[in-house]
C-alpha cells in the first residue's frame, strides 16, 4: 500500500508561483512512478505531469509545458510540482498519484491523494 498526501495548494494571482508537494508512505512508495493530475469545477480529471520513480525521466502536458516542472526527492519520499506564471485556467484540484505504468490514463494509477485545492484569481 501507498499513502500520498499532497499540500501547497491555496489561492494566487494570475502569474503567481506556488508549490505542489506530494508526501508518499509505505513500503514500495520510492519504487513508483508520480503522477499529478488536476479536475476543474465540472471537468474531468486530466493529466498534469509524471516523473519516473527515479526522477530519470519526465513528461508533462502540452498545457503546462514551459510553466510548470515537476521533480521528486526520494530521500525525502516527496514529489514537487513547481506551477509558475499561474493561468485563471489552471484553476483546479490537483491530485498525485503513484503507479507502476509510464502513462497519462487515471486508470493506471492505483493510489491517489485526497487533493489540494488551486484557485488562481485574474
Known amino acids: 500500500q501507498v499513502q500520498l498526501e499532497e499540500s501547497g495548494g491555496g489561492l494566487v494571482q494570475a502569474g503567481g508561483s506556488l508549490r505542489l508537494s506530494c508526501v508518499a508512505s509505505?513500503?514500495?512508495?520510492?519504487?513508483?512512478?508520480m503522477g499529478w493530475f488536476r479536475q476543474a469545477p465540472g471537468k474531468e480529471r486530466e493529466f498534469v505531469a509524471l516523473?519516473?520513480?527515479?526522477?530519470?525521466?519526465?513528461i508533462l502536458s502540452d498545457s503546462v509545458t514551459g510553466r510548470f516542472t515537476i521533480s521528486k526527492d526520494n530521500a525525502k519520499d516527496t514529489t514537487y510540482l513547481q506551477m509558475n506564471t499561474l493561468k485563471p485556467e489552471d484553476t483546479a484540484v490537483y491530485y498525485c498519484?503513484?503507479?507502476?505504468?509510464?502513462?497519462?490514463?487515471?486508470?493506471?494509477?492505483?493510489?491517489w491523494g485526497q487533493g489540494t485545492r488551486v484557485t488562481v484569481s485574474p
Open positions: 509505505g513500503r514500495t512508495s520510492r519504487t513508483k512512478n
Open positions: 498519484a503513484a503507479t507502476n505504468s509510464w502513462s497519462r490514463k487515471t486508470g493506471d494509477y492505483a493510489y
Open positions: 516523473i519516473a520513480w527515479n526522477g530519470g525521466n519526465w
